[in-house]
């Protein structure tokens, strides 16, 4: 285990049992949905391959713009 998850522990345990198990449930869902996420790209590296080379064509063509972040 590494020392900032032992921490994060040590901070865990000392609040109520209500707040430990929220948290605890926020985490679990987020372990899954990262595993969720790992599988879904491990079974589609062709797709995401082409993807990528799409994105690059179009990027090549002078058919993409660059991102502004404040205009989100």
């Known amino acids: 285990m590494t020392e900032l998850l032992e921490q994060a522990i040590i901070k865990l345990k000392s609040l109520p049992v209500s707040q430990q198990d929220a ?3 926020m985490i679990l869902e987020e372990l899954a949905d990262e595993q969720q996420w790992d599988a879904a790209f491990e079974s589609s590296p ?3 391959a082409f993807l990528a080379a799409q994105a690059m064509a179009e990027y090549c063509a002078g058919k993409t713009q660059q991102l502004d972040p404040n205009t989100l």
């Open 46 to 48: 062709d797709a995401l």
């Open 23 to 25: 948290m605890a449930k």
